[in-house]
């Protein structure tokens, strides 16, 4: 097997809350091999755990024939309520296991919208052949199309990792302009400040110098007042004698 392309040989999706298998999907056939029951109960025990993934390699005994023996490979995941597991050749990568689980989990979701609790393996059972056909479709074209998966998943994460450096860039350039906006607020507060502190000094100057000259002027006149009245006053008593 381990020189043949990627093959699905089945899935099962199972209830989490009581591990009840809803439904099991048979994919390709195995050629002079038969999947043993044991198998597809260890997978049912794996969905354990809510909102997990995991990929291994499952040893197994054929059921038609116990001693030969064969490697495969096995990809899980689980949602809130629901398991899905696969069963493949042991040349499906984890990448491909785990996009055939989420085209399941689609595929699942889409055609039952009830909570899974009154889900049965009687309501399920219309499950099966949509799900044989995604299985047997993956298997024709798992290595090409998984490519192609990978490389539009590359591709936009390249893009979206280009975008987000760019939007660092113009993030980085913005916070250096409004810091040298803000600097130059700064400045320009702290020069109005020292502006209005030398306006409100020199009008302090201004009216000191202004008033200074009044009292200069009065007392100049005053004192010129008292001189006339004085010698006016000397006059007076001298000529009175």
């Given at each position: 097997m381990?020189?043949?392309?990627p093959k699905v040989f089945?899935a099962v ?6 591990r ?5 999907v048979?994919g ?5 091999f ?7 109960a ?7 755990a ?5 990929s ?9 024939s116990?001693s030969?023996?064969v490697?495969l ?18 040349s ?8 055939v689980l ?14 899974a ?8 059972e219309?499950?099966?052949q ?15 199309g ?9 591709q ?14 113009k993030?980085i ?8 906006i803000?600097?130059?607020?700064d400045?320009?507060?702290f ?10 000094e ?12 009044k009292l ?14 004085f ?11």
């Amino acid at each position: 097997m381990s020189n043949e392309k990627p093959k699905v040989f089945g899935a099962v999706v199972v209830r989490l809350a009581d591990r009840m298998m809803l439904s099991k999907v048979m994919g390709v056939s195995c050629e002079g091999f038969t999947i043993p029951s044991t198998a597809w109960a260890d997978l049912v025990s794996r969905c354990g755990a809510p909102h997990f993934r995991t990929s291994a390699f499952l040893q197994v005994a054929s059921d038609a024939s116990p001693s030969q023996e064969v490697q495969l490979s096995y990809h899980i995941m689980t949602d809130e309520a629901l398991g899905y597991a696969v069963l493949c050749t042991k040349s499906m990568s984890r990448r491909e296991g785990h996009a055939v689980l989420d085209d399941l989990s689609v595929l699942f979701n889409k055609m039952f919208v009830e909570n899974a609790a009154k889900l049965n393996p009687k309501t399920v059972e219309v499950f099966t052949q949509p799900a044989r056909d995604l299985l047997i479709k993956t298997s024709a074209g798992a290595s090409d199309g998984t490519q192609d998966k990978v490389r539009q998943v590359k591709q936009a994460v390249d893009e979206a990792k280009n975008l987000a450096l760019d939007n660092v860039d113009k993030a980085i350039q913005r916070s250096k302009r409004i810091d040298d906006i803000v600097h130059a607020s700064d400045d320009l507060q702290f020069q109005a400040q020292g502006f209005q502190r030398s306006s409100r000094e020199l009008s302090d100057q201004i009216w000191w110098n202004s008033v200074r000259g009044k009292l200069i002027i009065g007392g100049t006149a005053v004192v010129f007042l008292l001189m006339v009245f004085f010698v006016f006053l000397i006059n007076k008593v001298i000529l009175g004698f």
